[in-house]
């Protein structure tokens, strides 16, 4: 028998019936597949299985009570396959006396089958039925799927609070099963029932935008309220990357710095001691005999070692270029105190002081110095030296800080995501699963509560 | 591979068998269902019409499945208290007979184990290691025959209730426990998805290309 066969079966098409209780206009639109059907205007559930549609149950609802966001016989692709929406249920759950409700919504390919969209306050998930079983980790609240670990997020019983469309089950008004959520976000593992029959789904993540284009939907979407349980971070990514840049440039910078170490030349180009009396009325200021700084820009530095106690020097630098008269000015204090007083031994101060000019082009130089002093100190014995392309640390540092701040800014957001995902769960905190996430919620709720356990 | 042909004892039309294993056919121009014997065909009744046709498969369709094609060369559609599903009956290119199930469009493709020491009696939940595969019970349904076409392995026209029960594996891998003979029978197989298939020969369904 072949398609084209004139005696073969007509292709199936879309049953219009009309409703034994109403009379209204039915569509059944999933070809012999469906269970239940509920007649929109009536609200009768009816036996789709059976040719006279046998009334199984009546409810009462508004009849615009709550209309699917996706309307009934909308056509939409989703990863390269065209589903119709058939089916359109509110399931409730009860927790600590508030009721919680989210929308489902059953989607249908006459050769793929059945898929299911979930709508939350705005998150959607698409959802199908599991052909393998996940494994239930004994003792820990996690199931293992294709190698994957899911954790616990909520269990609870899930009333059907409204009916539309048709369905692949018989779908009964106020019927509750056991729902228990597993995430691993973007996906989520659902199992549904206890004892007799137990089904296991797996929804993944989808976002109103994609879900709107795939069905041309025109309405305004619904805005996503607060985080779901499964989905993702925009920050679990970003937190990875940033802390592999991090730890990149921290070898970086060490790599830079040994090399900076070894080829940094440190060159001594000038040291000579001086005496000064400040009590003399001769000109105090000096030039030094010109020395050469080598090599490319760098650093210099200048330190001076004053053989004092209880006194102090100061000396007016001038770093000169001869070749371009750029002069370098600068002063620096050099000063000790030493004395015992009550509390015993004391002193302030230091006999040295070290300056680092950054960025002096090569070049001959000179030095023009004129100390000040006490007139009543007498004479002050000081040492200038000069040193070229000394390795500065400070610049690493602040590499590192201009890193590490946007880093921990990142993983603390990241932090209250997954802290805003948990709170709705079962257990109201993340799960501490190894994870760096996981392991800084803990380190810092372990720090919160031996924080609070001081206070009392 | 033979394709021995006979006429319909009720209506002479031809029959023709496409496997040498088929015991079961049906007419396709009267509905007799017939029971190939030693020499001839015998009509043991009457098959009823199936309800409109949920599948996309039918006899004639064309697959394959690990390496092998396959042709669909029966049916059976079984009912029970959550609706109803098809079993198609396989001929594979080694002549060796398969089983398409299609519950709801959730494929299975399953074959006759040897025989296992199988419980007489089991619990959603129990497990149970065959060929190296554990596999956990998942569901335990109560059928009955709702229709035939097409060839058969077995005789069916006697059978009505029948206890299947259904196990899964974290692999995909799936087994089936049917007792509708003693000692039971056991299918294993693997579960598959519709693309994977590469079905032909499939029935079109209006609207959808």
Known sequence: ?456 | MSQPTANCPNCGAPIAFRWSGSVQTVCTFCKSLLIRTDLDLEMVGKVADLPAAASPVQLGTEGAFAGRSFVVIGRILYEYDQGNWNEWHLMMNDGVSGWLSDAQLEYCITFAAKPEKLPSECRRGQQYTWQGQTYTVSSITKAHYRGVEGELPFQTWDRKDVIFVDLMSPSGKFATIDYSEDPPLLFLGHAVEFEDLKLKNLRSFEGWS
């Not at chain 1, 409703?19 to 509920?38: D, H, I, K, W």
């Not at chain 1, 409810?59 to 009934?72: G, N, Q």
């Not at chain 1, 590499?399 to 802290?419: C, D, K, V, Y």
């Open chain 1, 1 to 456: 028998m072949s398609p084209n066969d004139p005696a073969g079966p007509a292709a199936p098409q879309v049953k219009a019936l009309n409703c034994p209780s109403c009379g209204a206009a039915l569509t059944l639109r999933s070809f012999g597949n469906a269970v239940s059907l509920v007649c929109s205007s009536c609200h009768s559930v009816l036996d789709a299985t059976d040719p006279d549609l046998k009334v199984l149950q009546k409810f009462k609802a508004a009849e615009d009570e709550d209309s699917p966001l996706i309307p009934l016989g909308t056509r939409g692709s989703l990863r390269g396959t065209d589903y119709e929406v058939i089916g359109f249920q509110r399931r409730t759950i009860e927790v600590e006396g508030i009721h919680y409700s989210w929308h489902e919504y059953v989607l249908f390919n006459p050769a793929k089958g059945f898929r299911y969209l979930t709508e939350y306050d705005g998150h959607w998930n698409l959802f199908s039925i599991l052909r393998s079983l996940p494994e239930d980790d004994s003792g820990a609240s996690t199931v293992t799927y294709l190698g994957e670990v899911y954790r616990h997020f909520q269990t609870a019983d899930a009333t059907t609070t409204f009916v539309l469309g048709e369905f692949p089950w018989r779908v009964r008004m106020g019927e509750s099963v056991t729902v228990s959520d597993y995430v691993s976000s973007p996906r989520v593992i659902s199992k549904e029932g206890t004892g007799k029959e137990v089904t296991w789904s797996m929804g993944e993540y989808v976002t109103c935008g994609d879900l709107w284009k795939s069905f041309n939907l025109t309405n305004e979407p619904p805005v996503p309220v607060g985080v779901y349980e499964n989905q993702p971070s925009p920050l679990s990514a970003s937190v990875k990357s940033i802390w592999a840049m991090v730890g990149m440039f921290l070898i970086a910078s060490l790599l830079l710095l040994v090399i900076v170490y070894v080829t940094a030349r440190s060159e001594s180009v000038f040291e000579q001691t001086y005496s000064f009396d400040a009590a003399s009325h001769d000109e105090a200021s000096f030039v030094t005999p010109v020395f050469a700084l080598h090599g490319h820009t760098s650093d210099v530095e200048l330190t001076t070692i004053a053989s004092l106690n209880n006194s102090w020097i100061y000396v007016n630098y001038a770093l000169i270029n001869q070749d371009t008269g750029r002069a370098y000015d600068f002063g620096r204090e050099v000063s000790y105190y030493s004395g015992r007083d009550s509390d015993g031994e004391w002193t302030e101060g230091s006999n040295t002081n070290i300056v680092t000019i950054p960025s002096i082009p090569p070049g001959n130089y000179y030095l023009r110095i004129e100390p000040e002093s006490d007139p009543a100190l007498g004479v002050i014995l000081y040492t200038v030296s000069v040193k070229r392309d000394i390795p500065q640390l400070i610049f690493f540092g602040f590499g590192i800080l201009a890193i590490l701040i946007p880093a921990l800014f990142i993983t603390w957001r990241a932090m209250n995501f997954e802290h805003l995902r948990w709170a709705e769960s079962d257990y109201g905190t993340p799960p501490d699963d190894g994870s760096l996430i996981g392991t800084l919620e803990n380190l810092a709720s372990n720090f919160k509560s031996s924080n609070s356990g001081d206070d009392e």
